[in-house]
C-alpha cells in the first residue's frame, strides 16, 4: 500500500510565493513521473507541471518562468515552488505519482489536494 501526503498550500496575497510538498511512503520499489495537477471551481483538473525519473520537466504555459517542479528520490517526495502567484493561479493543487510497488503492482496515485488561495 502507498499514501501521499501533501503539504504546503495556504492564503497568499497576488505575487507572493508557496511550496508545495508531497511525500510518498509505503511499498514503494521505484517512482517514476511525478506531477502536479490543479483544479479551480467549476474547471476541469489540469497538468501544472511534471518531472520524469530522469528529471525532465514540462509546464502548462500559464506557470512557465513562475513554478518549478523538484523532486527528492531519497525522500520519494515532489516539489512545486510557486512565485509571482496570481489569483488565477486559486485552485486544489493535487500530486500525482506513478508507483510501482514491491509486489511489481504499478498504478498512478493521487494526493488528497491542498488548497491554495491566491487574493487580488
Do not use: H
Not at 471551481?41 to 504555459?61: C, F, H, I, M, W
Request: with cysteine; aromatic share 10%.
Amino acid at each position: 500500500q502507498v499514501q501521499l501526503v501533501e503539504s504546503g498550500g495556504g492564503l497568499v496575497q497576488a505575487g507572493g510565493s508557496l511550496r508545495l510538498s508531497c511525500a510518498a511512503s509505503g511499498s514503494i520499489f521505484k517512482i517514476n513521473g511525478m506531477g502536479w495537477y490543479r483544479q479551480a471551481p467549476g474547471k476541469q483538473r489540469e497538468l501544472v507541471a511534471a518531472v520524469t525519473s530522469g528529471g525532465s520537466t514540462n509546464y502548462a504555459d500559464s506557470v512557465k518562468g513562475r513554478f518549478t517542479i523538484s523532486r527528492d528520490n531519497a525522500k520519494n517526495t515532489v516539489y512545486l515552488q510557486m512565485n509571482s502567484l496570481k489569483p488565477e493561479d486559486t485552485a486544489v493543487y493535487y500530486c500525482n505519482l506513478d508507483i510501482t510497488t514491491t509486489r511489481w503492482y504499478a498504478s498512478s496515485y493521487w494526493g488528497e489536494g491542498t488548497l491554495v488561495t491566491v487574493s487580488s
